[in-house]
């Protein structure tokens, strides 16, 4: 299988408004299997990007939503309460 890989932003319908995504796939015609990489608390980054780039390489058609896009930010992981203690 080749390492050739197509990649594009897009955008779909959620619930709450757009959600913006990160789409990688092989460079061939031809069905493949699918993920759906969930990014952590940091959003859709390079680092998520580079994951379903890799899936991709492998022969997976992936797909990264930006699950904070459409303006839901998960506050209560944000406080200053929280943060505090997981550093302690």
């Known amino acids: 299988m080749s390492n050739r890989i197509k990649t594009e932003s897009l955008s ?8 913006q995504a990160y789409m990688s796939r092989p460079d061939v015609n031809e ?26 390489k492998q022969g997976y058609v992936a797909l990264a939503p930006h699950l904070f896009s459409s303006g839901y930010v ?7 309460e929280n943060i505090r203690a997981t550093m302690q």
């Open 74 to 80: 998960p506050q209560e992981m944000l406080s200053e």
């Open 31 to 56: 069905s493949r299997p699918a993920v759906i990489v969930i990014h952590e608390i940091w959003g859709l980054n390079n680092h998520i990007r580079d994951v379903a780039d890799r899936f991709a």
């Open 12 to 19: 779909y319908t959620g619930r709450a408004g757009p959600i």
